[in-house]
């Protein structure tokens, strides 16, 4: 599995003050669904699967997909991690969250209003993890053409984070059939931190020691 880099597509949510201690008061905010992940980093369990830790992303590599990572061309920042094929994409970002709350609630109206803004549009349904937006926009193709840009949008609250994953491609078009990227939201793990972060702010991600990226366009 080779390890790519790729340019910045979208910046992260504003941000709001939150408190900066953790307590006891973290083991309320649970992931979901039941035992399975996204895991807090500090409650792994012991899987055997070998984790690529990406800063606040770890995640467990899946069979013919490649792992590439989101860099910002100017400031040089990862700014998401990604598992890709030919076919389609699953895009990976955390953020900082409030202790107890519910920050995917919050940000799906942002992201529904972002997508009417470019002419589009974002419908709720009920998946394997909640609430979540299928979003349609148009683009313009390489070749000249306009098209249709499909994404399914998971939000996934953890102990004071929230887990973004975007699919692209036939796991945003066909999400019955997308079993087996899901199953990639459900190994990873997502490492706060204990320093305060604004709520809404990026966790960072960076690339593992020794990593040596290939540069690619942005597509």
């Not at 692209?168 to 078009?173: K, S, V």
């Not at 997308?178 to 931190?193: D, K, N, S, Y």
């Amino acid at each position: 599995m080779r390890l790519r880099r790729k340019g910045e597509a979208a910046a992260a949510e504003a941000a709001a003050d939150e408190s900066a201690h953790d307590d006891a008061a973290d083991a309320d905010a649970t992931t979901e669904p039941g035992n399975a992940g996204p895991y807090d980093a500090d409650e792994l369990p012991d899987d055997g699967l070998a984790r690529l830790d990406l800063g606040s992303i770890l995640v467990a590599p899946l069979p013919d997909r490649e792992l590439r990572v989101q860099v910002d061309e100017k400031s040089g920042e990862v700014r998401a991690v990604l598992l890709a094929t030919d076919a389609g994409a699953l895009e990976l970002r955390a953020f900082a969250a409030p202790r107890g709350g519910d920050l995917w609630s919050d940000i799906r109206p942002q992201i529904a209003a972002d997508a009417a803004r470019r002419g589009g549009t974002a419908t709720e349904r009920e998946g394997r993890f909640g609430t979540e937006l299928v979003c349609e926009v148009q683009v313009n193709r390489a070749d000249g053409q306009s098209g249709t840009q499909t994404s399914r949008v998971i939000g996934v609250n953890g102990p004071r984070w929230l887990l973004r994953a975007t699919f692209l491609g036939e796991p945003a078009r066909e999400p019955e059939a997308a079993t087996e990227w899901e199953q990639a939201i459900t190994q990873l793990a997502v490492r706060r931190g204990a320093h305060a972060m604004p709520v809404g702010e990026q966790l960072p991600l960076n690339l593992p020691d020794g990593a040596q990226p290939k540069a690619v366009d942005a597509g």
